[in-house]
């Protein structure tokens, strides 16, 4: 493990600019040495070479060994150890990032280990220039209750537990440092999935929401009739919208809110932003649910004018626990606006429109990765097949995390639209909906498969919110379509894109949802000019 410092601000005075912070700060001004304790929160994934590239965040120790465990020795499984760790640089503690060695045989010598590649040295994998190391195994990070200034020469003692299924950190600090001490509270710092996290701090993405909201509300509230807004949202987004909201009524009037979250954290984070005085409801347990209390709430407010405000990237309610991509939770929300419209005709929605984006590239280290395994040193692997896609005789569609790659796909074709989704219209996939382009390459090379991922369009007049493979992706996972043969291409050959959504009813959204990946029929195929 590493003790480490977080270069960005703390999540709620980053956002939630308007907004009463629910961190408490106190200040040490004494230079006497002050003995400061912390424990850390449930671990999240992290992936410290990009962390670290990008300065994102800074080492404040040397690696140091949290805990050890002998599975041939069962007394030797450790309950819990302490460690005293030097200082090396001055900063602010917010977390440990950790990892682990694991040694294949009694000496030691055959070891696999998720070690950032900064503390190894090539070691234990080769590594190719702009090729990660792994998309799969990486590190993670336990946030600390409360940040701790620390100076070069200072010592952590570091008490490391575990319960059944994560490590538990525990520090102490014998500091001189005056500073500001931050709580950080469940409520400002809810237990949310990677890609959440990674948006508490993308300024541009929050600005973009924010304006577009505005924006649509200032284009819908009128003297004339009242506006019944349904927000639905989950977790980092939430309370800025329901925040919005609560102004433009003060400021306005006319204007009703009903909150609809995934997540009590996001409820309580909504109740605090707004003094309790918003209509939130949190739904886990099915769209049936949702529909029937929209329902319930639009018979009782009767508003003239209805609009639908989703976060682009708003977790499926009935799909919490699944591996979900982008395209799915977009499935979802379309799904659920027409269902809304059956209960109200006069329906505007935000975001507008989205495209399904896709580019060819040339990568044989991520297609090479992805082939079928077979018998090595005598051991059966073929039942690793059935865990991960492998490239079918047709090709293979599968969700992937493209973001470690960006620097090493390389492109054939300009980004091209794939599909295009207008959120204002009802979805209807009968018959079956299908998109089709054909798009040129643009330079010669081989090409190994398409990346595809999601742009949100929040309005004709807002910039376009992009769940790319760049480093502004935000951890969310991208398609990946996997050619069985590498195919030659040249700037004379032309990709034949298709995609179609399953034929069935609208009202079973669980099922369309699921079909986004795993039904949908997706087809790439090149075609050169004779």
């Known amino acids: 493990s590493v003790v480490h410092q977080n270069s960005t601000t703390t999540p709620t005075q980053n956002i939630f600019q308007n907004i009463p912070p629910t961190a408490t700060t106190t200040t040490t001004a004494s230079l006497q040495s002050t003995k400061h304790n912390t424990i850390s929160y449930d671990p999240m994934q992290a992936h410290a070479q990009l962390l670290f590239a990008h300065s994102l965040a800074t080492p404040l120790t040397e690696p140091f060994p949290a805990l050890a465990f002998d599975f041939n020795d069962p007394s030797k499984l450790e309950d819990s150890r302490t460690i005293t760790v030097p200082v090396v640089r001055d900063g602010v503690i917010h977390a440990v990032v950790f990892w682990w060695n694991l040694d294949l045989d009694r000496s030691g010598t055959i070891r696999i280990s998720t070690e950032p590649p900064q503390y190894r040295n090539g070691q234990y994998e080769e590594h190719s220039a702009g090729v990660p190391e792994r998309d799969h195994w990486r590190q993670a990070a336990c946030v600390f209750e409360k940040t701790v200034a620390v100076q070069t020469g200072d010592e952590v003692v570091v008490t490391v537990s575990h319960s059944d299924f994560a490590p538990i950190f525990e520090i102490s600090v014998l500091t001189r440092v005056p500073e500001t001490v931050v709580s950080v509270t469940t409520i400002s710092f809810p237990r949310i999935q990677r890609s959440r996290l990674l948006q508490l701090n993308n300024t541009a993405r929050t600005t973009a929401i924010a304006t577009a909201t505005y924006r649509f509300l200032d284009s819908l509230l009128t003297p004339e009739q009242t506006l019944g807004v349904i927000s639905l949202s989950d977790c980092v987004i939430g309370p800025l919208i329901a925040n919005i909201l609560k102004c433009s009524h003060q400021t306005k009037g006319n204007l009703m809110s009903l909150n609809l979250v995934t997540s ?4 309580e984070m909504i109740d605090t932003v707004t003094d309790g005085n918003e209509h939130v409801l949190c739904v886990t347990d099915g769209t049936s649910r949702m529909i029937d209390s929209v329902t319930s709430w639009v018979l ?64 044989s280290e ?8 077979g018998t090595i040193e005598d051991f059966d692997l073929t039942v690793f097949n059935e865990c991960a896609a492998r490239p079918s005789p047709s090709g293979t569609f599968t969700d992937l995390e493209l973001q470690p790659w ?10 091209f639209v794939v599909a295009t989704i207008d959120l204002n219209e009802n979805i209807c996939l009968e018959p079956p909906l299908t998109f089709q382009n054909n798009i040129h390459a643009i330079e010669e090379g081989i090409c190994h498969g398409v990346a595809v991922w999601i742009d949100i369009e929040l309005s004709h007049d807002d910039s376009r919110i992009s769940m ?63």
Request: proline share 5%; net charge neutral; charged share 25%.
């Open 406 to 415: 960006h620097e090493s796909l390389r492109p054939l074709t300009e980004k």
């Open 300 to 363: 009782e407010k009767s508003p003239q004018q209805l609009a639908v405000i989703g976060e682009p990237f708003f977790v499926a309610s009935s799909l919490l626990g699944m591996r979900l991509w982008e395209l799915d939770n977009l499935l979802r929300f379309w799904s659920e606006v027409t269902e809304i419209r059956r209960i109200h005709p006069n329906v505007r929605v935000l975001p507008e429109r989205a495209y399904v984006m896709g580019v060819a590239f040339e990568n």
């Open 468 to 530: 790319d493979y760049g480093m502004n992706g935000d951890g969310h996972r991208n398609g990946l379509w996997l050619f069985s043969n590498p195919r030659q291409v040249t700037t004379e050959s032309t990709l034949q894109t298709s995609v179609q959504f399953p034929e069935g009813s609208t009202s079973d959204i669980r099922t369309l949802a699921r079909g986004g990946v795993g039904d949908a029929l997706w087809e790439f195929m090149w075609i050169s000019k004779e």
């Open 366 to 373: 991520l297609w090479r990765r992805r082939q079928p395994v």
């Open 264 to 267: 009590d954290t996001t409820k």
